[in-house]
């Protein structure tokens, strides 16, 4: 099997790198490298890609192999039929994608009903056919058999043929590949939704929020990702009814290509019966077969350019998610807000260990027990010197955000300079619910365990987010309506990413988190735990690693920088195992003690050595590669406390919230960014119901801090306009 594509071809032009790039991407994915392993440590073979885009290589890489894999069972099946000819094999060998390869193998599929241009086949009619088509003399009389159903008359014979060398041209790679170019050309062509019968609100409660669709219509080139998805949810419940229109021009640039290529004007006066067969075959050939496939493929196209691009929202919303700078050094109580029930608290110490809990009625109709419940909250404050209050965002957050900010306005809360910040509680209550719960958490009941887990999510986003599946945790858009296979690949490799960049503490992390790093998994995770256990509950240096079971060179090559052993100074870094001999040498010729890494006084040292040098002089003189001395150099620059996520949006705290009644228009004020999907940011101004700005860009990011000014506003239906004045991250 020859394909008439290559993989670095294909790639290179889905995900714009560079063929040389993406070519060595390939090979070193081959090799079983991870993305993590390869954006870090690779970067002289990837042109210093990021994470992100290598993992789109990957990800393409993946579906190119479905595509073979799909085109090499459909010629052995078309081959054992006997349905296999040379311009069906072309066909499919063009092909990269598998919604055009079924197109094509769809009729001759075991168990399909027998068409037409089948029947015109077994009656042996090929042959005539493409003499139609090329011009030569056929007696379609001496065709004709009164017994045979298909020949039995001059015109069934004629209308098998019209059927058969509609298909002949229908299936030519050079009239596909015409009409795909012009349609990928044309600004005209639309897509059309309409009312889908006569179906009423009483049958279906969404029909209010489709109500715009009723009479749309778009063209595909200016068509956002999102409104694609809601026609498509609004097909999917049988309320809009879709299709796509291509422009008539394309279909007479077609008509004058066959004319030219079948040589039309060349025939004669004699020949106009068969002139009429074939501009009859040349018409139905389009009607029947090519616009109808053009309209498939260019939903598919938009189906899948809609579901990349929800994928990424989630995925970046998800990254800015995990990657919130931590709240470390402090006593934070979680409040999970609620009425009847009360409002349960935990309260966890700087490193997570659980101190106090219990239940605070504060939105009772009894005042006497609302002043209890804050009494209580207020004496558990002070009992543990906790400053920080997390309060998760679910039934009762407002109200409970009110009634804090009324006590630390009033000073009910003194000495305690108290404030709060509002969390997200997303998948709490799986979590809550998991055996992972029970087994970090067994004396507590569910209830109190999702209070635990706000707190946790404010003091270290990252570890506490990472126990819950990504998709429960609320930055989607359409995510029900996208391919699951790919949103879960897509959203485990943003976890590992994350948690491989930022690091591991192999001495103190648990094998929840271990089995998030590049090339581990739960069950080396867990033999990586046990083999702590027996060293005395550390290892001291990185190459105490490969005692693991199951854990060889190729594996600890793969994982070994994004562990951390705080023991030497040394094993505390980045820096790969592979380069301790470069990294030991340019601390000597710096003439530092590697036994001081990370102190202010070496990275003072090593950064004046550094601009007296250059990498490029550097790299010469040690025949290495320039990105490896410039990630060796980025390493030792870092002191013991440096964290990626110290450039991310840290967590916004109040003391004080607003009433939606109280805002005006060209109201200026600060917030946190909640969610960014294609059609805008949400963003939370402290009023009780996230405010959008639309269409910001890709400026905003999840849990950004922003100014922005009221430009539209509806109390009634708690609707807000902003517009964004600054970031400040």
Known sequence: MSLKW??????????????????????????????????????????????????????????????????????????????????????????????????????????????????????????????????EDVNLCRLIDKKIEGISSLKEVKQSLVTLAADIISKDSENVDKVQNWCNESNRIMIVSKKSGNISQAENANLYNFEKYFDFKHSIKELYPFIFLALKRGESL??????????????????????????????????????????????????????????????????????????????????????????????????????????????????????????????????????????????????????????GNGVGCRETETLLSHHIKVGSFQPLNVMFCITSESGASIYSASDLAASELPTLDVTMRGAVSIARRLQD????????????????????DVSEVKLKRSLEGVVENCVSFVGVNVNLCSSNLLQHVAGIGPSLAENIIKKRFELGGQFTNRKQILLVDGLGPKKFKQLAGFLRIYVQSNQQTSVHPESYAIAEHLILDARLDANNIGEE??????????????????????????????????????TT????????????????????????????????????TDFGAFVDIGVG??????????????????????????ADRMRIGLKLIELRR
Do not use: W
């Open 689 to 714: 119901k996230d405010a959008l700005i639309h269409k910001p860009g890709s400026l905003v990011l999840l849990n950004d801090c922003v100014e922005v000014e009221v430009i539209n506003l509806d």
């Open 238 to 391: 049988k309320i809009l009814k879709l299709s796509i229109e291509i422009p008539d021009y394309i279909k007479t640039f077609y008509k004058s290509h066959c004319k030219k290529k079948y040589k039309l004007s060349d025939r004669l006066s004699v020949d106009n019966e068969q002139l009429q067969l074939l501009e009859e075959s040349i018409q139905l050939a389009y009607d029947k077969h090519l616009e109808p496939r053009m309209c498939i493929q260019i939903k598919n196209k938009l189906k899948k350019i809609a579901d990349q691009a929800s994928i990424d929202s989630f995925a970046s919303n998800l990254k800015n998610l995990l990657l919130t700078p931590p709240v470390m050094n402090k006593v934070i109580m979680g409040l999970d807000p609620g009425f009847t029930h009360g409002c349960k608290f935990a309260i966890i110490n700087a490193h997570g260990e659980v101190l106090d809990t219990g239940v605070a009625y504060l939105h009772v109709a009894q005042h006497k027990a609302q002043v209890v419940g804050m009494n209580l909250i207020g004496d558990m404050l002070l009992k543990h010197k906790c400053e920080v209050i997390a309060v």
């Open 641 to 676: 406390q440096s964290d990626i996520r110290d450039n991310y949006a840290k967590p916004l705290f109040r003391k004080e919230v607003f009433s939606i009644k109280s805002l005006f228009l060209g109201q200026r004020l600060c917030g946190r960014v909640t969610n960014v």
């Open 6 to 135: 290559n993989y670095v071809d294909e790639i290179a032009k889905d995900v714009h790198v560079e063929k040389p790039v993406v070519a060595n991407i390939v090979q070193l994915l081959k090799e079983d490298n991870t993305v993590p392993f390869i954006a870090r440590y690779r970067q002289n073979l990837t042109g210093c890609l990021d994470a992100q885009k290598i993992r789109q290589i990957k990800e393409k890489i993946e579906d190119l192999k479905k595509v073979e894999n799909k085109i090499s069972s459909s010629l052995k099946l078309l081959s054992k039929n006997g349905n296999l000819n040379k311009r069906l094999e072309e066909s499919i060998l063009e092909a990269t994608d598998i919604d055009v390869i079924e197109k094509f193998i769809e009729p001759f599929k075991t168990g399909s009903r027998i068409t037409k241009v089948q029947k015109a086949k077994n009656l042996g009619l090929e042959s005539v056919a493409l003499k139609i088509l090329y011009n």
């Open 601 to 638: 006084h070496f990275i003072s040292g090593f950064q004046s050595y550094i601009d007296a040098k250059n990498s490029k002089s550097l790299a010469e003189s040690m025949n290495v590669d320039v990105e490896t001395i410039n990630q060796i150099v980025e390493s030792l620059l870092q």
């Open 461 to 480: 986003p990252l570890t506490e987010l990472i126990k819950i599946d990504p998709k429960n945790l609320g930055v989607g858009m359409y995510q029900h």
